[in-house]
């Protein structure tokens, strides 16, 4: 398994998956580009389900997979915000910024911990292990490559109001 997983991180280091704040592409599309197959084969590979655990597994991860997207447009919505704040980035606008990311990485952990359960009681703690294992990978993956491209605050770089430039 963690071939998969150093394989899939270096293979995603050498393919730039374009994200711009314009058009708010979704994480899953990262991945499937970063990867060249679709993010269900990669949890589907991380899981090793047997056909029961399988049928029973998708239909909890097919739900959670909704609203785990949409928190992940609202985090690239946050990413878009930081992007055009940047070159005048005021205290307050700031503070607005770094709440709503705390909001964010607090949905996210709640979303995982609820499905944790769901998965823990359809399969087993280590099946719902594994899943959360795997997305918390995938996900600090997607976030490396989008949050690498975007200035520290105070750092002196040209204005960038498109990610891709950087």
């Known amino acids: 398994m963690k071939t998969i997983y150093l394989l899939a991180g270096?293979?995603?280091c050498l393919t730039v998956q374009s994200t711009t704040a314009q058009s708010i592409k979704n994480e899953v599309q990262i991945i499937e580009g970063a990867y060249g197959i679709e993010k269900k084969q990669i949890i589907e590979q991380a899981m090793n389900l047997s056909g029961k655990e399988a049928s029973d597994f998708w239909s909890i991860?097919?739900?959670y997979e909704d609203k785990r997207r949409?928190?992940?447009?609202e985090r690239l919505l946050l990413i878009h915000d930081y992007v055009i704040a940047y070159p005048s980035l005021t205290d307050a606008k700031a503070s607005e910024i770094t709440s709503r990311c705390?909001?964010?990485d607090e949905a996210l952990a709640r979303l995982h911990k609820k499905y944790y359960k769901k998965v823990k009681k359809a399969l087993s703690p280590l099946k719902a292990a594994q899943f959360v294992q795997a997305e918390g990978f995938l996900q600090n993956v997607v976030r490396i490559q989008l949050e690498s491209r975007l200035p520290f605050i105070g750092e002196t770089v040209p204005i960038v109001t498109n990610i891709n430039e950087r």
Do not use: Q, T
């Open 10 to 12: 270096a293979l995603f």
């Open 102 to 104: 705390f909001k964010n």
């Open 61 to 63: 991860y097919e739900d």
């Open 70 to 73: 949409m928190l992940g447009e």
